[in-house]
């Protein structure tokens, strides 16, 4: 996915301006999709530049200037094409494996230490997703598309799932590593 693509979907929800769109991001999509303040105006300008955006320009006297975006047809059509194409898979990345992989280095002090901080990080993601839930949910029954509410929650039920997954992993491995037993459960 490009952030291109993210703001294109913000925006076709509603006009919004810089500022807008990033805490339109945190509020939503951070827990798959991040961005900085940097990247979305630098998008913004060159999706201007490619005529996917339209853009108005509110003069303010005290401040500066606003700028408020939103698609063009060209940007709904660049939108509506990247939906509807199915994407190629992404070859995972998971740094924290690779640490799992060779951790035969470390004694299990060491190892039990790393295992036990990144548990800590999918309780702390899980809690998070938990109140995002809960905040999203009293929303529900005010949602204009209640089946665009529903796939923006299958997001965070992903991330819910993910992290339960994860940490599911972790505590079993945590077991095992404590009880020198070192089996798997099957595939």
Do not use: C
Request: hydrophobic share 40%; aromatic share 12%.
């Amino acid at each position: 996915m490009s952030l291109k693509h993210a703001i294109l979907g913000f925006l076709s929800f509603k006009a919004l301006s810089g500022y807008d769109l990033k805490k339109a991001f945190d509020n939503s999509v951070r827990h798959f999709w991040t961005a900085n303040q940097s990247q979305i105006y630098r998008t913004l300008a060159k999706m201007t530049d490619e005529g996917l955006l339209s853009k108005e320009v509110i003069e303010r006297d005290d401040r500066l200037d606003m700028k408020i975006y939103q698609t063009s047809e060209k940007g709904r059509d660049e939108l509506h094409q990247w939906l509807s194409t199915p994407l190629p898979r992404q070859n995972m990345r998971e740094p924290f494996l690779i640490q799992i992989f060779f951790s035969g280095l470390l004694d299990d002090e060491e190892l039990l230490e790393l295992l036990h901080y990144e548990a800590k990080i999918a309780e702390e993601e899980l809690a998070t997703y938990t109140q995002i839930y809960q905040a999203s949910i009293g929303n529900a029954s005010q949602a204009e598309d209640p089946r665009a509410f529903f796939l923006s929650m299958l997001t965070l039920d992903f991330g819910f799932k993910s992290s339960q997954t994860m940490l599911d992993w972790l505590n079993n491995a945590i077991k095992e590593i404590e009880a020198k037993t070192y089996s798997l459960s099957e595939l």
